[in-house]
């Protein structure tokens, strides 16, 4: 699927992201945690081509990322960045729709996949209204719509990468959305998702990649990652770490 190779990226004379090998499987959620610059945003524009890495290499479907032609590649990776600058008034089934740009699939198709996308993300209930006058978690919602709809229904082969979906959004709305995102991957879909709620990633994840300065410090599943002395060594912060009672994932209290 996706896979990096000894990957590092360097800001001026500064490296900013070392030592990164990786392999994003098909049908799985992927979660990268870390403090505040320690590299996840990096990874992800390394990993969907907008940083050239200064060493290393990033393979999609054992080709070199940089050799795909970009709609070609668009059509299998879709990408959400952590902010989305859009200051058009266009209806809100418009910036959806701007997701179905790199495939010739035909007007009345695409109308239907924006609303189905639209339902993906629990966002039905703004079509028709103007972009603009949308609040944050609502903009970040339709933008995730756009993303699945980009990719619309979801196969293996594909990538989508996710960088702080949740960062606005209500609890209710943080759960939603990881639901729709878990859904998508059980479609065959690999995920890749930057979070900063720990608990958030031990319920939704398959596995976690922990960095911290620029490197990784532990990958592997939810048990393996979210271990107390990890999270002190990375974040600083003293926290007890449970088993959920219903669903069994770790748990993590802050002390």
């Known amino acids: 699927m996706l896979r990096a190779q000894q990957l590092a990226v360097k800001r001026g004379p500064c490296t900013v992201l070392a030592d990164v090998d990786l392999v994003l499987n098909a049908g799985e959620v992927l979660g990268v945690l870390g403090p505040n610059g320690a590299g996840k945003s990096t990874l992800l524009g390394a990993l969907c081509g907008e940083l050239t890495p200064a060493h290393g290499l990033v393979y999609f479907q054992q080709r070199r990322l940089a050799d795909w032609p970009g709609t ?37 198709c695409d109308a239907l996949i924006v609303q189905d996308a639209l339902t993906a993300a629990d966002a039905r209930h703004l079509a028709g209204r103007n972009y603009l006058a949308l609040s944050g978690g609502e903009r970040q919602r339709v933008h995730l719509a756009r993303v699945l709809a980009q990719l619309w229904p979801g196969a293996e082969g594909q990538v989508l990468l996710l960088d702080e979906p949740t960062s606005m ?21 690999a995920v890749l998702v930057i979070l900063h709620d720990l608990n958030l990633a031990a319920r939704y994840c398959d596995r976690l990649l922990l960095l911290d300065q620029g490197r990784p410090q532990a990958l592997g599943s939810p048990e393996e990652v979210l271990r107390r002395e990890l999270l002190r060594q990375v974040f600083g912060l003293d926290v007890l770490v449970q088993r959920h009672p219903e669903r069994d994932h770790p748990l993590i209290i802050a002390r």
């Open 72 to 108: 070609a590649r668009a059509r299998q990776l879709a990408v959400l960045p952590q902010s989305s600058t859009l200051n058009f008034a266009f209806r809100v089934e418009e910036v959806v729709a701007l997701g179905r740009l790199p495939h010739a699939s035909g007007q009345q």
């Open 169 to 189: 959004l209500d609890p209710l709305h943080q759960h939603t959305t990881l639901q729709a995102i878990r859904k998508f991957a059980e479609g065959g879909v």
